[in-house]
């Protein structure tokens, strides 16, 4: 059973930052793809970004791209996504999610079998 728990959100002027944090436990964590999701009242949830279970391959999200990183410490069997540069149309709820995956990194929601229960992201403009 791999339990996921996000933490990190929070309330945040448009132009500031947050980091988001997605602790595993119940699993081998570094055998896992990890993504970030996210979902706004009355939308689909989107694909945010991804990172290879080693870290050596990245994606994101055309609307992300340049302000938020995805990073993993193995170690300590924790993902994170750093947020900058803010914008109110980055409020959504944020999911965490893993995957077992050889080859492909996924950007997905399908593809994901394991899920955190989401952190609260609101931007202010």
């Known amino acids: 059973q791999v339990q996921l728990v996000e933490s990190g959100g929070g309330l945040v002027q448009a132009g500031g930052s947050l980091r988001l944090s997605c602790a595993a436990s119940?699993?081998?964590?570094?055998?896992?793809?990890m993504g970030w999701f996210r979902q706004a009242p009355g939308k689909e949830r989107e694909f945010v970004s991804a990172?290879?279970?080693?870290?050596?391959?990245?994606i994101y999200a055309d609307s992300v791209k340049g302000r938020f990183t995805i990073s993993r410490d193995n170690a300590k069997n924790t993902v994170y996504l750093q947020m900058n540069s803010l914008k109110p149309e980055d409020t959504a709820v944020y999911y965490c999610?893993?995957?077992?995956?050889?080859?492909?990194?996924?950007?997905?929601?399908?593809?994901?079998?394991?899920w955190g229960q989401g952190t609260q992201v609101t931007v202010s403009s």
């Open positions: 990172i290879k279970w080693n870290g050596g391959n990245t």
């Open positions: 999610a893993g995957t077992r995956s050889f080859f492909n990194l996924y950007a997905q929601e399908g593809k994901y079998n394991y």
């Open positions: 119940g699993g081998t964590f570094s055998i896992y793809d």
